[in-house]
């Protein structure tokens, strides 16, 4: 059984607010382009279950939440 889920976020020219659950471990990398991302994401190390998180913003923002 794959323990992990992958979530890929593109934003161009606009923003995007992701919620997420709590309770899991979360790997995040990406590339910002004249944009950025805000991660409020608590990760937890002991989780058996982890979300990973890819993504790429172009001229808007990404905001990760609970």
Do not use: R
């Not at 995007?16 to 899991?24: A, D, F, Q, R, V």
């Not at 910002?32 to 993504?55: M, Q, R, V």
Request: charged share 20%; aromatic share 10%; net charge negative.
């Amino acid at each position: 059984v794959d323990d992990i889920a992958y979530v890929d976020v593109n934003c161009i020219l606009g923003g995007c607010e992701l919620y997420l659950p709590k309770g899991y471990k979360f790997i995040v990398n990406g590339t910002p382009i004249l944009g950025g991302l805000d991660n409020f994401l608590e990760s937890d190390s002991n989780a058996l279950k982890t979300i990973e998180i890819h993504y790429a913003v172009v001229l808007g923002g990404i905001d990760l939440k609970h």
